[in-house]
Nanobody, 122 residues
Framework: VQLQASGGGLVQAGDSLRLSCQAS????????MAWIRQSPGKGREFVTA????????YYADSVKGRFTISRDNAKNTAYLQMNSLKPEDTAIYYC????????????????WGKGTLVTVSS
């Protein structure tokens, strides 16, 4: 499956932003989706994931209550709604997909998009 993330940009602390991940090349509703980020000078960090039907979601503690993952299987698209953004949310955000069942936060995904940069100024 091919993934293309979009929607990043420069925002101020407290602002909101919505990222999109457009998928192609495989039946979208057969893969679990995730958002994973990488801040400057740091390793990749799990942000959130959603099951194939959207019935199960997982969040990193650092984003719980502020970020919401969703998906529209008819549009082959996953979303990440980010509210109350903080400077520490600054990162490249990658969308990722895998067929294996979701069991919790993980960085083990089979397919990765190129990422979109989110910069939050204080």
């Amino acid at each position: 499956v091919q993934l293309q993330a979009s929607g990043g940009g420069l925002v101020q602390a407290g602002d909101s932003l919505r990222l999109s991940c457009q998928a192609s090349g495989r039946t979208f509703n057969s893969v679990n989706m995730a958002w994973i980020r990488q801040s400057p000078g740091k390793g990749r960090e799990f942000v959130t994931a959603i099951s194939t039907s959207g019935g199960r979601t997982y969040y990193a503690d650092s984003v719980k209550g502020r970020f919401t993952i969703s998906r529209d299987n008819a549009k082959n698209t996953a979303y990440l709604q980010m509210n109350s953004l903080k400077p520490e949310d600054t990162a490249i955000y990658y969308c990722a997909a895998r067929s294996a069942v979701l069991t919790g936060p993980s960085l083990w995904y089979d397919y990765w998009g190129k990422g979109t940069l989110v910069t939050v100024s204080s």
